[in-house]
């Protein structure tokens, strides 16, 4: 089975700055796609960045970008000029390529506080 | 509609009532999923519907747990006879599709029932 490793529960970063949340995954696939979802207190989840693991290139997305290495199993999220509205929770999530819809597996989550 | 609803948002129910969670999807969607969120956990899967069928409900902790979605639009999740271990927040996601292979269908997330029991 699937599993999404993200061994920062709680992260830090002063307003303006830049943060990197870790995440590690283990899968016997070779096509799948990785996000990054934020979950602020209202609990609605909101999709921040997606990748395909068959784009060698790393996605984009404004202030957000990620660090996809395939062969380490690892998937980065950089949030740069960090700002008070990303205090949130961030999960990683895999998803396997199949003919259909299948399920996203979460991550534990990493609590991300921003400092004014 | 705009997007994903779901009724109640906050619901206490006392050790052993049955309760019934709603899911509104976005209109059109084919595929609808619940996941189950403990607090301090990520999501994880319960069941999965393609229009009215079910077809995967791999994640269902117990026989307690059932859901249905007669008319390929709206869900229910039902929790009969309600444990502790039961609270949680229980979220619901609708997608497009599925179409085409390998096609990134993505998953929109309603706003969650935060159920406790007590």
């Known amino acids: 089975a699937q599993t999404v490793t993200q061994s920062q529960p709680e992260m830090s970063v002063q307003?303006?700055?830049?943060?990197?949340?870790s995440c590690t995954y283990d899968t016997s696939e070779s096509d799948y796609y990785l996000f990054w979802y934020k979950?602020?207190?209202?609990?609605?989840?909101?999709?921040v960045i997606r990748q395909e693991a068959y784009k060698q290139q790393n996605a984009t997305e404004n202030r957000f970008s990620v660090n996809f290495q395939k062969a380490a199993?690892?998937?980065?999220?950089?949030?740069?000029?960090?700002?008070?509205?990303?205090?949130?929770?961030?999960?990683?999530?895999?998803r396997a390529q199949f003919s259909g819809n299948t399920p996203l597996v979460f991550g534990k989550g990493t609590r991300l506080s921003v400092i004014a | 509609g705009a997007g994903v609803s779901q009724s109640p948002r906050y619901k206490v129910a006392k050790?052993?009532?049955?309760?019934?969670?709603?899911?509104?999807?976005?209109?059109?969607h084919v595929s609808l999923f619940w996941?189950?969120?403990?607090?301090?956990?990520?999501?994880?899967?319960?069941?999965?519907?393609?229009n009215e069928a079910q077809l995967d409900k791999s994640g269902l902790p117990s026989d307690r747990f059932f859901a249905e979605r007669p008319e390929g639009s709206v869900s229910t999740l039902k929790i009969q006879r309600?444990?502790?271990?039961?609270?949680?927040?229980?979220?619901?996601?609708?997608?497009?599709?599925?179409?085409?292979?390998?096609?990134?269908?993505e998953?929109?997330?309603?706003?969650?029932?935060r159920l406790t029991v007590t």
């Not at chain 1, 307003?15 to 949340?21: N, P």
């Not at chain 2, 050790?15 to 059109?28: W, Y």
């Not at chain 2, 998953?107 to 029932?113: C, E, H, M, S, V």
């Open chain 2, 35 to 50: 996941y189950q969120q403990a607090l301090g956990q990520g999501p994880e899967f319960l069941t999965y519907f393609q």
């Open chain 2, 15 to 28: 050790r052993g009532q049955d309760v019934a969670l709603r899911c509104d999807p976005i209109s059109g």
């Open chain 1, 73 to 94: 199993k690892s998937f980065s999220l950089k949030i740069s000029d960090s700002q008070l509205g990303d205090a949130a929770m961030y999960f990683c999530a895999y």
């Open chain 1, 15 to 21: 307003e303006a700055e830049t943060v990197t949340l």
């Open chain 2, 107 to 113: 998953q929109y997330f309603g706003p969650g029932t």
């Open chain 1, 39 to 47: 979950q602020p207190p209202s609990r609605q989840m909101i999709l």
């Open chain 2, 82 to 105: 309600t444990q502790q271990e039961d609270s949680a927040v229980y979220l619901c996601a609708s997608s497009t599709g599925p179409r085409a292979w390998g096609k990134m269908y």
